[in-house]
Nanobody
Framework: QVQLVESGGGLVQPGGSLRLSCAAS????????MGWWRQAPGKQRELVAA???????NYTDSGKGRFTISRDNAKNTVFLQMNSLKPEDTAVYYC????????????????WGQGTQVTVSS
């Protein structure tokens, strides 16, 4: 069992930055692939970025160029650095964990956190 707790969300002005964190319980965090997803009001949840246990990263169009996913296995934490934020980035951001990157990308398997709200507004 893996428990995930996201933090770091908040209100930021357009063009600003936020760094989200997702802390995981359990001693096998380093063996899991991790992902960051987001869900805006009235929209489906979408993948933003994913990282394998070997630190290979993958970004969707939603995250490419402005977002950076990284992990610190010593701290059982995955991060999402978000720069040049836009109002359309407003959403609840979730992290998920699964044994394989294909499971993370599928989004239907693995473990999920409770989410953290990001609001980009002036």
């Amino acid at each position: 069992q893996v428990q995930l707790v996201e933090s770091g969300g908040g209100l930021v002005q357009p063009g600003g930055s936020l760094r989200l964190s997702c802390a995981a319980s359990g001693s096998i965090f380093s063996q899991y692939a991790m992902g960051w997803w987001r869900q805006a009001p009235g929209k489906q949840r979408e993948l933003v970025a994913a990282i394998t246990s070997g630190d290979i990263t993958n970004y969707t169009d939603s995250g490419k160029g402005r977002f950076t996913i990284s992990r610190d296995n010593a701290k059982n934490t995955v991060f999402l650095q978000m720069n040049s934020l836009k109002p359309e980035d407003t959403a609840v951001y979730y992290c998920n964990a699964a044994r394989y990157i294909s499971m993370v990308v599928a989004g239907a398997l693995g473990y999920w956190g409770q989410g953290t709200q990001v609001t980009v507004s002036s």
